[in-house]
């Protein structure tokens, strides 16, 4: 099937609502992800070298807000046959597609997908924890309790991999970088009303930390080696080993 062409945001609005992960998104959303997010090809690729080298023989993988399942899949394609991949998202629209991509892939890796909250999640005998692009979406004040329980599950030597939107306490720098931003996604093809509508309607629904928090919330849980991986524009990745 031809891939759809995310138009969400091209016609104008009379109020543009909240940003939701609905039908209407999850349809486009691989071409959204790629064309909004600068680095998420490459983050999808270190996924897979990570996972390569910390995924561990009969343990869990997790891949926390999967979407469409594209970290899922570079997991499932790295790590042993006996590990297990379990692919959880909140959204029906994106849990139900993801379902039907993974059954297309025939990798020797088992894999379920959950619709279900990740607050909600049990993470037991885990050895790679991805978070890709969605701790973001999550209450602020929820996130070091997360990370506490996915560092609790983790045996050790197992990692998670946070890759997320930051932010700049500076407000030089996070003007520049919110404008470089734009200016990327103009570049691929994006018009100056989608760009605008589209930040009205995630505003308050992404909320970025800076890459202090995120560096200081991993230590808190208990990773004792913390380090940035991918730097592009405002994204950040980040390595937590246990
Ligand atoms: C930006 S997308 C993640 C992209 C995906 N990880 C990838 O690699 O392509 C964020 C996803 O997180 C999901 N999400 C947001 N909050 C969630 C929650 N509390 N529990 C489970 N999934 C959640 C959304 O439905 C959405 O599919």
Redesign the pocket.
């Known amino acids: 099937m031809p891939e759809k062409k995310d138009n969400v945001y091209a016609s104008p609005m009379t109020t543009v609502g909240a940003f939701r992960?609905d039908e209407n998104v999850a349809d486009v959303f691989k071409d959204m992800?790629e064309r909004s997010v600068p680095g998420y090809g490459l983050v999808?690729q270190l996924i897979g070298l990570l996972a390569e080298r910390y995924a561990q023989e009969n343990t869990n993988v997790y891949?926390?807000?999967?979407?469409?399942g594209?970290?899922t899949l570079q997991l499932r394609r790295h790590i042993p046959a006996s590990c297990h991949a379990i692919a959880?998202?909140?959204?029906s629209a994106?849990a139900e597609r993801c379902r039907s991509n993974m059954s297309r892939d025939h990798s020797a890796a088992t894999c379920e997908i959950l619709e279900?909250?990740?607050?909600e999640t049990e993470f037991t005998n885990a050895s790679v924890i991805v978070l890709?692009?969605?701790l973001q979406?999550?209450d602020d004040n929820e996130r070091q309790a997360l990370l506490n329980r996915m560092y609790e599950g983790l045996n050790d030597g197992g990692i998670i991999l946070l890759a997320e939107k930051v932010r700049f306490e500076d407000e030089d720098k996070q003007t520049l970088m919110t404008d470089l931003h734009h200016d990327f996604k103009k570049l691929q093809g994006y018009s100056d009303l989608e760009i605008a509508q589209k930040r009205a309607a995630i505003e308050n629904v992404l909320v970025p930390n800076t890459e202090d928090v995120h560096v200081a919330r991993l230590k808190a849980a208990g990773f004792t080696t913390v380090m940035r991986c991918m730097h592009c524009l405002n994204f950040s990745a980040f390595l937590g080993i246990k």
């Open positions: 992960f992800i999808l891949d926390l807000g999967c979407s469409l594209a970290s959880i998202d909140n959204s994106m279900q909250d990740i607050r890709n692009f969605t979406f999550i």
